[in-house]
């Protein structure tokens, strides 16, 4: 499995210098590709709440060993995400407040796309720093280097 993050520029970002702000109110798309099939799990504007958010549940599924449900929210889309971990799998479903429909976008190992996603994370995170280093001191960065220290120390401990 293979997950991998598409930031969608806005137009007038093209060709302008890196600023941290623009760039993390830009659409991020989420893909995984497994089986030969790649598939958008997810999307949202504001994507550094996406990351941090599905980070976070990623984290506490993995920590606490636990079997639950949880839902992130997007910004200007009518779509939900619920993670939902039963045993050792995850299911991703979308759900549409604009018609009511419920999709399941992604169903798979947890630890498969827990590990796919961290390190896609990693890449992004790093991408991020060489593009300025000083966006380390934006909360929103300063936050994902935090995960990815939990994230390390997790599979470290197991």
Known sequence: MKISFFVELYDDMIG???????????????????????????????????????????????????SFSEVIETFEN??????????????????????????????????DFLIAFFKEYERYFKGILQKDSNTIQHKSVEMMERQLKVYKALINKY
């Open 16 to 66: 302008e210098s890196f600023n941290i702000r623009d760039y993390l109110a830009c659409r991020l798309c989420i893909f995984v590709q497994q089986n030969g099939e790649k598939n958008e799990v997810c999307n949202s504007t504001f994507h550094d709440a996406l990351l941090l958010g599905m980070g976070d549940i990623l984290l506490e599924l993995k920590e606490n060993n636990t």
């Open 78 to 111: 009518a779509m939900k995400y619920n993670l939902n971990k039963t045993g050792n799998l995850l299911n991703i479903k979308a759900y549409s407040e604009y018609d009511g429909t419920t999709e399941i976008v992604f169903q798979g190992e947890f630890e």
